[in-house]
């Protein structure tokens, strides 16, 4: 921590979790000590690389501002993992009442008379987390992914969840099964039952050729008509 007579800063380094391709964020926090409105800026040594917000603003009488310093990604990685990239925090005292609009760059210019404080930042890059790295590969890979706990390496799944959707799919398919089992069956028994009917039929038909000349018509049209109606009860039925 930086203490100075209008602003204490906390950190006095900005640290970074540096990883390649990816943009990290750290954090300063910002104490007015007076009871003075404080104007601030911040400057820094490599500007395309870095974006902090705000960049300038008002921190209020005895109250505390926070501010965000972005690292934008980072295609390489600097050799030793040493940044010589380095923040200036300018302070000045503002008028009552002032807001971020009212901050001009003008305030910021050594003048006799004007009290301005400044506080140097370096920048410090950290391995990365590996806690957080664990954490980001685990939402980017695929739910069942070779190398997920949820599959075995016999295609048995673990997990209350996963166990359950493969039980339940299991009953389904033979329910399926049972169903299309028994329509086979009824089908194949229809099939007989026309094959019989059919054969009855004929034999009729030939019977009654036959009886044609000795008057056994009636009793033929009988028995083709009570046919007829067991067949239309058996469709009707099923």
């Known amino acids: 921590m930086s203490t100075g007579e209008l602003l204490s800063v906390d950190p006095v380094e900005l640290k970074f979790s540096f990883e390649l391709n990816k943009q990290i964020s750290s954090s300063l926090q910002l104490t ?55 923040f200036l925090l300018q302070s000045v005292i503002a008028s ?30 950290l391995p990365p987390n590996p806690s957080t790295s664990a954490i980001a590969q685990a939402k980017e890979e695929p739910l069942f992914s070779p190398k997920s706990p949820a599959i075995l390496d016999k295609g048995n799944f673990s997990g209350p969840e996963v166990s359950r959707s493969y039980v339940e799919s299991q009953d389904k398919s033979s329910e399926v099964r049972s169903l299309l089992s028994k329509l086979t069956e009824e089908k194949n028994a229809a099939i007989e039952q026309s094959k019989r009917i059919r054969q009855e039929m004929e034999l009729l038909r030939r019977g009654s050729n036959k009886s044609q000349g000795s008057g056994g018509i009636p009793l033929i049209l009988v028995i083709i008509v009570a046919l007829i109606g067991l067949i239309l009860g058996y469709v009707m039925k099923k």
Request: charged residues 30%.
């Open 32 to 86: 007015n000590k007076t009871d003075n409105h404080v104007g601030f800026k911040v400057k820094t040594t490599n500007p395309k690389k870095y974006c902090v917000r705000p960049n300038t603003g008002v921190v209020l009488p005895r109250s505390t501002c926070e501010v965000i310093v972005t690292m934008q990604a980072q295609k390489d990685a600097p050799p030793d993992m040493q940044c010589k990239d380095k």
């Open 96 to 125: 009552p009442g002032a807001t971020p609009k009212d901050i001009t760059p003008e305030m910021f210019t050594k003048e006799p008379g004007r009290k301005l404080e400044e506080c140097k930042l370096k920048v410090v890059y």
